[in-house]
């Protein structure tokens, strides 16, 4: 039965990296990351006007029983097919991408231990906060460069929806973590501490 771990935290607080390093560091041959970012709900049958007016950073987006029941998959030593999610057009792509199941599972989202049915699914539960200037300025940059969007945009969507739904929904879900890293954690040591709590946990 795999292990699970779950990494929570802001738009831009590191989550995505950390998740990567950990499993650089325990072997990509026995890890897989499951992103919560995969599992927007598709919202192919509503007008694009309206699709563009829909809050992504509210917890309503996300299809969190689909993915709690892929978490369960996978632990069980099922391989499952995640959706595949266009941003640029908010609805799923008609292709799946299959992640086997190994030895250790990585969930990772924004909003991942806002929901109960997640969060206690995850048998280390790691939170990693970060100052809303660096999330934004991680943030700009990744939005302008992958996803074509104006600096203008990015930043009224931070003041407008990614800001409060943080102070509201993330923030306060810190609660249910096991372990919290601050900004300015030497990324290294706390990679180390965790792999070692998770190959403790698999003997």
């Known amino acids: ?3 699970i771990i779950g990494i929570c935290g802001g738009s ?4 995505s990296r950390l998740a990567s390093e950990l499993a650089d560091r325990l072997g990509r041959d026995r890890v897989t990351i499951l992103p919560f ?5 598709d919202l192919r049958d509503m007008p694009a006007e309206d699709r563009a007016r829909v809050n992504f950073d509210h917890p309503d987006s996300l299809d969190a029983e689909l993915y709690a029941s892929h978490l369960d998959a996978l632990r069980d030593g099922l391989d499952v ?8 057009t908010h609805q799923r792509a008609d292709d799946l991408t299959i992640l086997p199941a190994r030895d250790i599972v990585i969930a990772e989202g924004i909003l991942l231990f806002a929901f109960d049915n997640v969060a206690e699914r995850c048998d280390l539960r790691v939170y990693r906060r970060c100052p809303a200037d660096v999330r934004f300025e991680r943030r700009l940059a990744r939005d302008v460069e992958e996803r074509g969007r104006t600096p203008e945009s990015v ?3 931070f003041d407008e929806s990614v800001g409060p739904m943080h102070d509201r929904f993330v923030e306060p879900s810190a609660h249910h973590a096991h372990r919290v890293v601050e900004h300015g954690q030497p990324l290294d040591e706390v990679v180390t501490a965790i792999s070692a709590e998770i190959t403790a946990a698999r003997v």
């Open 1 to 3: 039965m795999a292990v």
């Open 12 to 15: 831009g607080s590191g989550k």
């Open 37 to 41: 970012d995969a599992y927007y709900k």
């Open 81 to 88: 097919c995640m959706p595949v999610y266009d941003f640029a």
């Open 155 to 157: 930043r009224q969507q």
